[in-house]
């Protein structure tokens, strides 16, 4: 079996006295796409965050071969992780094309060459980006503002992708092509771990997927085993097993 | 003399000042949207760039070379001792570059060049060339680690930052005021106007820092990346734009931006150890015009006190930093009202 | 920690805590000596030194008040200390009144000025507030030394000193007694204002304004208000300060002496009333001794002193924020407050008919810029029962939430109250009328004990003012909003917690202080932002048997809930929001099951 890219072990984090997220064990192949799904509150940002350096955590976290620990988040970003946050963050006040270019900081501190190649492939995935290169980044719709924030993520060519609920706010239309070229990255060589609160949608697009509820990971699998099994309706609902099955049955 | 060429005259002075402040308030909108700092001591690199020209002027060698070696050791040991605690021992080589042999080799050219009375733009160049280092060095040492506080305990900070900087500018230099010499004696004819020269040195050293700005923040990927740093500090972060960086680039600016406004002033008005606080101050009236934000409004603000104060100074001397002071409550005022308090703290 | 058994309100005084007995005789002892010092043989260098200090230790009370306690920094009080200094050298020099006279002209023109700048300046936060300080500081400074009836910078001299049926206080030991009487009687004062409701009030300030104004409190003038308190402490201690001196010049009353001021602040502990004597003490202190040393140290005359100040500043905000306060603090008594078993009850609202509808939303609309983010969204609570607001992140429930509670004003639709419209009413004016809320980020004031927070929320339903809570008149109303306070406690379990700080408690602990605190609002309705959010299975579990105990004694509760078990099991009917919409309504059980809700949330199959 090829070494895993990505691997953490009894990871948690915790912020004053609230354990958000506690022993979770993920273990990421290259180039696959892994996907942590559950209900709001179970702590699936906060493992973003974590695994980011953007909030104290605990535990073990291999990145190809080298410990993450003690890591501040531009380390990590220079060691190649990138991480798309649920709020996307962009340079409002900045064009499209400036957000994009500072997408590639992390390759001008490496000393690595221009970045126009790079900005070729953003654009050929995102074509509306293109036609939108000089408009401030505020003022984009929501749709626009996702496709910019996963653009600017990959300009920094990072070996992982880390996707915060892509599918926020957007609509279903969008949602569908967001999620398209999102699963067809793997062939660039780059690997995603995608946390998502629409269990269905990401299912159908993963390898792998985790399921994480009140802060600890309950349930794990291939994707396509996970998307049949009512356990997951029963964490999102609030459900006994038998209403699960009932439930899933009803919806069949 | 009528009273045309009489305000002209007024409006040239004002002006000039003017420029200088919106130098400073510009420099204080940039620290403070990069790195939520309200720099109290932005006066002290003025009085700092214009004593040690003042210095090397006399032939002496200024102590701001002292000051320099100091804090780029200090920080230096700090950071070298960082890189081992880390296990990073191949940071030491840029750590003794940056720390040791960048500001040696600068002090050694200010030793060598003190008493060999080198033109007068020569000597501004050096003067500039060593205050500027100073701005990054008191961010590593003072500000970095304490970069998650709140902007209440970092202008508190800064005041206290304020108070050592003047006392070391006392011990510095002394309790003297200095002038130097003009960069341009005499005036500029335009027709029958008689435009002071040394104004125009200084409204030309103003357009010209603002437009290289502008081309900076504009059109290069470090320029940008700070713009990215003020516009959205999580954003910049996650592209790998370190805080670090941000905070060093944006002193290094200030305080480049404060030597030169010292080089430029020092002919005009004289300096003391302690004349940065009310400079400093009045390039907050400024920044405070532009809300802490706008860079425009910041330049309308700027000029509006120059002219204002030379008005003031010239009709009613005695009030006449009362009344620049007193601009500042109805503007913080509309400003207040425009944006809504926030419940960040 | 469910218990509801109702303990016995003992009185806890400060003879149950160990030490307590030797801890009131040194601060007695630290009295005695301060108040015997001018009759001993010291040298005269002390005692001029010890006024010094008390006429900083004045000015800093101020900011304890202000900046400490309120949040509100001020870079400006030195200019108040000039106002009354000048006042009294003007009045007493031009017209020949009493120095007596004159003190209340100086605190008339202190007032006055701290009543217009504050009202200006208050509005503004963050870091406005102390720029704007900074300002009228300084124009105040060059107006002292500009104008010709004050002297300019040479100021005026030779005023009179300060005469008391007969006696004259010239000499600086009956000075010192006149200061440090002064500074006695206002940190008592002080200390009586923290200690009520007013005082509660202030302390809210701190973390921002939501949480007072929910409870009532008006912000805007108490902000406004705190500030005239610290302007006429200043006034004062200017007055004083002319007195001693006998003369005044503007140099005491510039920006360098408002900023030594914040340096005494920090030093002493920010928001500790003892604090000011201690900060002030141990600068003046030390200023003096740096200004023998450090001239022969740096070999040259000079206020080299400022480095040290300045340095002392950095270090302390950086390693010790607290200030000198917690070295020292623990020498001294800690307050207790004992609960007064029999109080007269404050007033209660009549209860309301169960069934009777409370709360009617209609069609209730939010615009952000092009963002729809509320559209059209109806929902009714009725008393007796618990509904749960639910819905997939971004779904507009928060948004929704704060349009209710008057955070935020509604771009369309309206909310009923009982009846009456409260769509675009202020926060504090909703809760007057039954509506009371906790918060998704717990807002306790953590350094405050629990029963003091709790009482927090009876704001509204007495009235103390300032002035009676200074000079402690309001002791029956006091403890009638703490019983009150106690009895929400029992209810919600937390009695034996009553005198530990808020901040020391379990998060699942804070959460039901702050339902306590919303009981005490005496409300009909009461509105809930995340209960669950943060808590363990077993805090979960008594926040449930809490919340179904408090529907059926008639209270309507609406809540806005992520956790899905929690809702499905405590809830009488539930409301589910997608994209700003309604989307479905029923009990937990058809809620479960809708088919619509089972796809929001877990996505549409592809």
């Given at each position: 079996?090829?070494?895993?890219?990505f691997?953490?072990?009894?990871?948690g984090?915790?912020?004053?006295?609230?354990s958000?997220?506690?022993?979770?064990?993920?273990?990421m192949?290259?180039?696959?796409?892994?996907?942590?799904?559950?209900?709001n509150?179970?702590g699936?940002?906060t493992l973003?965050?974590?695994?980011?350096?953007l909030?104290p955590?605990?535990?073990?976290?291999?990145?190809?071969?080298?410990s993450?620990?003690?890591?501040?988040?531009?380390?990590?970003?220079?060691?190649?992780?990138?991480?798309?946050p649920?709020?996307?963050?962009?340079?409002?006040?900045?064009?499209?094309?400036?957000n994009?270019?500072?997408?590639s900081?992390?390759?001008?501190?490496?000393?690595?060459?221009?970045?126009?190649?790079?900005l070729?492939w953003?654009?050929?995935?995102f074509?509306r980006?293109?036609?939108?290169?000089?408009?401030?980044?505020?003022?984009?719709?929501?749709?626009?503002r996702?496709?910019l924030?996963?653009?600017r993520?990959?300009?920094?060519?990072p070996?992982?992708?880390?996707?915060?609920e892509?599918s926020?706010g957007?609509?279903?239309?969008?949602v569908q092509?967001?999620?398209?070229?999102?699963?067809?990255?793997?062939?660039?060589?780059?690997?995603?771990?995608?946390?998502?609160?629409?269990a269905?949608a990401?299912?159908?697009?993963a390898?792998?997927?985790y399921v994480l509820e009140?802060?600890?990971?309950?349930?794990?699998?291939?994707?396509?085993?996970?998307a049949?099994n009512?356990?997951?309706?029963q964490?999102?609902?609030?459900?006994?097993?038998?209403?699960?099955?009932?439930?899933?049955?009803?919806t069949n | 003399?009528?009273?045309?060429?009489l305000?002209?005259?007024?409006?040239?002075?004002?002006?000039?000042?003017?420029?200088?402040y919106?130098?400073?308030?510009?420099?204080?909108v940039?620290?403070?949207?990069?790195?939520r700092?309200?720099?109290?001591g932005?006066?002290?690199?003025?009085?700092?760039?214009?004593?040690?020209l003042a210095?090397?002027q006399a032939?002496?060698m200024?102590?701001t070379?002292?000051?320099?070696?100091a804090m780029?050791?200090?920080?230096?040991a700090l950071?070298?001792?960082?890189?081992?605690?880390e296990g990073?021992?191949?940071r030491?080589?840029?750590?003794?570059?940056?720390?040791?042999?960048?500001?040696?080799?600068?002090?050694a050219?200010?030793?060598?060049?003190?008493?060999?009375?080198?033109?007068l733009v020569?000597?501004?160049?050096l003067?500039?060339?060593?205050?500027?280092?100073?701005?990054?060095l008191?961010?590593?040492?003072?500000?970095?680690?304490m970069?998650n506080?709140?902007?209440?305990?970092?202008?508190?900070t800064?005041?206290?930052?304020?108070?050592v900087?003047?006392?070391?500018?006392l011990?510095?230099?002394?309790v003297?005021?200095y002038?130097?010499?003009?960069?341009w004696?005499?005036?500029l004819?335009l027709g029958?106007?008689?435009?002071?020269?040394?104004?125009?040195?200084?409204?030309?050293?103003?357009v010209?820092?603002i437009?290289?700005?502008?081309?900076?923040?504009g059109y290069?990927?470090?320029?940008?990346?700070?713009r990215?740093?003020?516009?959205?500090?999580?954003?910049a972060?996650?592209?790998g734009?370190?805080?670090?960086?941000?905070?060093q680039?944006?002193?290094?600016?200030?305080?480049?931006?404060?030597?030169?406004?010292?080089?430029?002033?020092a002919?005009?008005?004289t300096?003391?150890?302690?004349?940065?606080?009310?400079?400093g101050?009045?390039g907050f009236?400024?920044?405070?015009?532009?809300g802490?934000?706008?860079?425009?409004?910041?330049?309308?603000?700027?000029?509006t006190?120059?002219?204002?104060?030379?008005f003031?100074?010239?009709l009613?001397?005695?009030?006449?930093?009362?009344?620049?002071?007193?601009l500042?409550?109805?503007?913080?005022?509309?400003?207040?009202?425009?944006?809504?308090?926030?419940?960040?703290? | 920690m469910?218990?509801?058994?109702v303990s016995?309100?003992?009185p806890?005084?400060?003879?149950?805590?160990?030490?307590?007995?030797?801890?009131?005789?040194?601060?007695?002892a630290?009295?005695?000596?301060?108040?015997?010092?001018?009759?001993?043989p010291?040298?005269?260098l002390?005692?001029?030194?010890?006024?010094?200090?008390g006429?900083y230790?004045?000015v800093?009370?101020?900011?304890?008040l202000?900046?400490?306690?309120?949040?509100?920094?001020?870079f400006?009080?030195?200019?108040?200390?000039?106002?009354?200094?000048?006042?009294?050298?003007?009045?007493?020099l031009t017209?020949?009144w009493?120095?007596?006279i004159?003190?209340?002209v100086g605190?008339?023109?202190?007032g006055v000025?701290?009543w217009?700048?504050?009202?200006i300046?208050?509005?503004?936060s963050?870091?406005?507030?102390?720029?704007?300080t900074?300002?009228?500081?300084?124009?105040?400074?060059?107006?002292?030394?500009?104008v010709?009836?004050l002297?300019?910078?040479?100021?005026?001299?030779?005023?009179?000193?300060?005469?008391?049926?007969?006696?004259?206080?010239?000499?600086?030991?009956?000075?010192?007694?006149?200061?440090?009487?002064s500074?006695?009687?206002?940190?008592?004062g002080?200390?009586?204002?923290?200690?009520s409701?007013p005082?509660?009030?202030?302390?809210?300030l701190?973390?921002?304004?939501?949480m007072?104004?929910?409870m009532?409190v008006d912000?805007?003038?108490l902000?406004v208000?705190?500030?005239?308190?610290?302007?006429?402490?200043?006034?004062?201690?200017?007055?004083?300060f002319?007195?001693?001196?006998?003369?005044v010049?503007?140099?005491p009353f510039?920006?360098e002496?408002?900023?030594?001021?914040?340096?005494?602040?920090?030093?002493?502990?920010?928001s500790?009333?003892?604090?000011?004597?201690?900060?002030s003490?141990?600068?003046?202190l030390?200023q003096d001794?740096?200004?023998?040393?450090?001239p022969?140290v740096?070999?040259?005359?000079?206020?080299?002193?400022?480095i040290?100040?300045?340095?002392?500043l950095?270090l302390?905000?950086?390693?010790?924020p607290?200030g000198?306060?917690?070295?020292?603090?623990?020498?001294?008594p800690?307050r207790?407050?004992?609960?007064?078993?029999?109080?007269?009850?404050?007033?209660?609202?009549?209860?309301?008919?169960?069934?009777?509808?409370?709360?009617?939303?209609?069609?209730v609309?939010?615009?952000?810029?092009?963002?729809?983010?509320?559209?059209?969204?109806d929902?009714?609570?009725?008393?007796?029962?618990?509904?749960?607001?639910?819905?997939?992140?971004?779904?507009?429930?928060?948004?929704?939430?704060?349009?209710?509670?008057?955070?935020?004003?509604?771009?369309?639709?309206?909310?009923?109250?009982?009846?009456?419209?409260?769509?675009?009413?202020?926060a504090?004016?909703?809760?007057?009328?039954g509506?009371?809320?906790?918060?998704?980020?717990?807002?306790l004031?953590?350094?405050?004990?629990?029963l003091?927070n709790?009482?927090?929320?009876?704001y509204?339903?007495?009235?103390?003012g300032?002035?009676?809570?200074?000079l402690?008149?309001?002791?029956r109303?006091?403890a009638?909003?703490?019983?009150?306070?106690?009895?929400?406690l029992?209810?919600?379990?937390?009695?034996?917690?009553m005198?530990?700080?808020?901040?020391?408690?379990a998060?699942?602990?804070q959460?039901?202080v702050?339902?306590?605190?919303?009981?005490?609002?005496?409300?009909?309705?009461?509105?809930?932002?995340?209960?669950?959010a943060g808590l363990?299975?077993?805090?979960?579990?008594?926040?449930?048997?809490?919340?179904?105990?408090?529907?059926?004694?008639?209270?309507?509760?609406?809540?806005?809930?992520?956790?899905?078990?929690?809702?499905m099991?405590?809830?009488?009917h539930?409301?589910?929001?997608?994209?700003?919409?309604?989307?479905?309504e029923?009990?937990?059980?058809?809620i479960?099951?809708h088919?619509?809700?089972?796809?929001?949330?877990?996505?549409?199959?592809?």
């Amino acid at each position: 079996m090829n070494a895993p890219l990505f691997q953490i072990k009894n990871f948690g984090v915790c912020y004053g006295q609230v354990s958000a997220l506690q022993d979770a064990d993920l273990v990421m192949a290259p180039g696959s796409v892994v996907t942590v799904i559950g209900p709001n509150g179970a702590g699936k940002s906060t493992l973003l965050n974590g695994l980011m350096g953007l909030l104290p955590s605990t535990g073990e976290v291999i990145f190809d071969g080298q410990s993450l620990a003690g890591m501040g988040t531009e380390e990590r970003v220079m060691a190649g992780i990138s991480l798309v946050p649920e709020r996307r963050e962009l340079f409002a006040d900045m064009p499209v094309i400036d957000n994009l270019l500072l997408g590639s900081f992390r390759r001008h501190r490496l000393r690595e060459k221009t970045p126009t190649d790079q900005l070729d492939w953003v654009y050929d995935l995102f074509p509306r980006l293109k036609e939108r290169s000089s408009q401030l980044a505020g003022t984009l719709s929501g749709g626009e503002r996702q496709m910019l924030a996963v653009g600017r993520a990959l300009m920094g060519k990072p070996r992982l992708l880390m996707l915060d609920e892509p599918s926020l706010g957007l609509a279903p239309r969008i949602v569908q092509e967001m999620l398209d070229v999102i699963g067809g990255l793997r062939v660039h060589g780059v690997s995603t771990l995608l946390v998502e609160q629409n269990a269905r949608a990401a299912l159908a697009l993963a390898d792998h997927g985790y399921v994480l509820e009140n802060g600890r990971i309950v349930l794990q699998g291939p994707a396509g085993e996970l998307a049949n099994n009512p356990r997951i309706a029963q964490s999102y609902m609030g459900m006994t097993t038998s209403d699960a099955v009932a439930a899933a049955d009803a919806t069949n | 003399m009528n009273s045309f060429e009489l305000g002209a005259l007024l409006v040239q002075d004002g002006v000039t000042t003017g420029a200088i402040y919106a130098l400073l308030g510009v420099a204080l909108v940039l620290v403070f949207s990069v790195t939520r700092i309200i720099f109290f001591g932005q006066g002290e690199f003025v009085t700092f760039g214009a004593l040690t020209l003042a210095w090397l002027q006399a032939g002496q060698m200024p102590g701001t070379v002292w000051l320099l070696l100091a804090m780029a050791l200090i920080a230096g040991a700090l950071e070298a001792w960082a890189a081992l605690r880390e296990g990073q021992p191949r940071r030491l080589a840029r750590i003794a570059l940056y720390y040791l042999m960048a500001p040696g080799a600068l002090s050694a050219l200010m030793v060598w060049a003190a008493p060999r009375g080198l033109p007068l733009v020569l000597q501004c160049l050096l003067s500039v060339a060593i205050v500027t280092p100073l701005g990054p060095l008191l961010y590593r040492l003072i500000y970095r680690p304490m970069a998650n506080a709140s902007v209440l305990v970092l202008l508190i900070t800064s005041v206290g930052v304020h108070f050592v900087l003047a006392g070391i500018g006392l011990w510095l230099f002394g309790v003297e005021g200095y002038r130097t010499p003009a960069l341009w004696e005499g005036d500029l004819m335009l027709g029958n106007w008689a435009i002071n020269g040394q104004g125009v040195m200084v409204l030309g050293a103003a357009v010209g820092l603002i437009v290289l700005l502008a081309l900076v923040f504009g059109y290069t990927l470090s320029g940008k990346a700070l713009r990215a740093a003020a516009s959205n500090a999580t954003g910049a972060k996650l592209l790998g734009i370190s805080v670090a960086f941000s905070g060093q680039m944006s002193f290094a600016i200030a305080a480049f931006i404060g030597a030169l406004c010292g080089i430029l002033i020092a002919p005009i008005v004289t300096i003391y150890y302690d004349s940065g606080l009310l400079i400093g101050l009045k390039g907050f009236v400024a920044a405070i015009f532009g809300g802490m934000a706008s860079y425009g409004f910041t330049l309308l603000g700027a000029v509006t006190i120059g002219i204002v104060e030379a008005f003031s100074s010239f009709l009613a001397s005695a009030y006449k930093e009362s009344i620049v002071f007193l601009l500042v409550i109805p503007v913080l005022w509309w400003l207040s009202r425009r944006g809504g308090a926030s419940e960040e703290h | 920690m469910t218990q509801k058994s109702v303990s016995p309100a003992a009185p806890v005084g400060a003879s149950s805590v160990p030490g307590a007995g030797s801890r009131r005789l040194a601060a007695g002892a630290l009295v005695l000596l301060a108040a015997a010092l001018p009759l001993a043989p010291v040298p005269d260098l002390f005692i001029t030194q010890a006024n010094y200090v008390g006429l900083y230790a004045l000015v800093v009370l101020g900011l304890v008040l202000l900046t400490g306690i309120a949040g509100l920094t001020s870079f400006g009080q030195a200019a108040f200390v000039g106002i009354g200094a000048y006042a009294t050298a003007y009045c007493t020099l031009t017209f020949g009144w009493s120095p007596w006279i004159t003190l209340f002209v100086g605190l008339g023109a202190t007032g006055v000025s701290a009543w217009l700048i504050g009202t200006i300046t208050m509005r503004m936060s963050g870091h406005y507030l102390p720029l704007a300080t900074i300002a009228w500081s300084i124009a105040l400074y060059y107006l002292f030394g500009s104008v010709e009836a004050l002297g300019k910078y040479d100021g005026l001299s030779d005023l009179p000193s300060i005469g008391l049926l007969g006696w004259d206080l010239g000499g600086s030991r009956a000075m010192y007694a006149l200061i440090w009487l002064s500074v006695g009687l206002s940190a008592w004062g002080a200390l009586n204002l923290l200690d009520s409701r007013p005082g509660r009030a202030i302390r809210a300030l701190h973390g921002g304004v939501q949480m007072a104004e929910a409870m009532g409190v008006d912000t805007a003038r108490l902000k406004v208000t705190v500030f005239v308190i610290a302007a006429l402490l200043a006034s004062v201690s200017g007055w004083l300060f002319a007195h001693l001196q006998r003369a005044v010049n503007p140099t005491p009353f510039g920006l360098e002496a408002s900023l030594k001021y914040v340096i005494m602040l920090v030093a002493g502990g920010m928001s500790q009333v003892g604090g000011a004597v201690l900060g002030s003490s141990v600068m003046t202190l030390l200023q003096d001794q740096l200004q023998v040393l450090l001239p022969r140290v740096f070999g040259s005359a000079g206020n080299f002193e400022v480095i040290v100040f300045g340095l002392v500043l950095v270090l302390l905000l950086r390693f010790a924020p607290g200030g000198m306060w917690p070295a020292v603090g623990r020498w001294l008594p800690t307050r207790r407050i004992a609960v007064v078993p029999e109080a007269k009850a404050l007033a209660r609202r009549t209860p309301v008919p169960a069934g009777e509808v409370l709360l009617q939303v209609r069609g209730v609309q939010k615009r952000f810029g092009g963002l729809l983010a509320v559209d059209g969204v109806d929902l009714n609570v009725k008393a007796g029962e618990i509904v749960g607001l639910i819905g997939p992140n971004g779904a507009g429930k928060s948004t929704t939430f704060n349009l209710i509670t008057g955070v935020l004003p509604p771009s369309g639709g309206e909310v009923q109250l009982r009846g009456q419209r409260i769509d675009g009413q202020a926060a504090r004016d909703i809760s007057r009328l039954g509506l009371a809320r906790t918060f998704q980020h717990v807002k306790l004031i953590a350094d405050m004990s629990v029963l003091e927070n709790v009482a927090l929320g009876a704001y509204q339903r007495a009235r103390v003012g300032v002035v009676a809570a200074v000079l402690r008149r309001d002791r029956r109303i006091e403890a009638s909003m703490l019983q009150e306070a106690q009895r929400a406690l029992h209810r919600v379990g937390l009695a034996e917690l009553m005198h530990r700080p808020a901040g020391s408690l379990a998060l699942g602990q804070q959460r039901l202080v702050e339902i306590a605190r919303a009981l005490c609002c005496d409300p009909a309705l009461l509105l809930l932002d995340e209960p669950a959010a943060g808590l363990r299975a077993f805090e979960k579990q008594a926040l449930a048997v809490l919340l179904s105990e408090l529907r059926d004694e008639g209270m309507g509760i609406l809540l806005v809930e992520h956790d899905m078990e929690f809702v499905m099991k405590l809830t009488d009917h539930i409301v589910v929001m997608v994209f700003g919409r309604k989307i479905a309504e029923g009990s937990p059980q058809v809620i479960q099951t809708h088919p619509a809700v089972l796809e929001a949330y877990l996505g549409a199959a592809p």
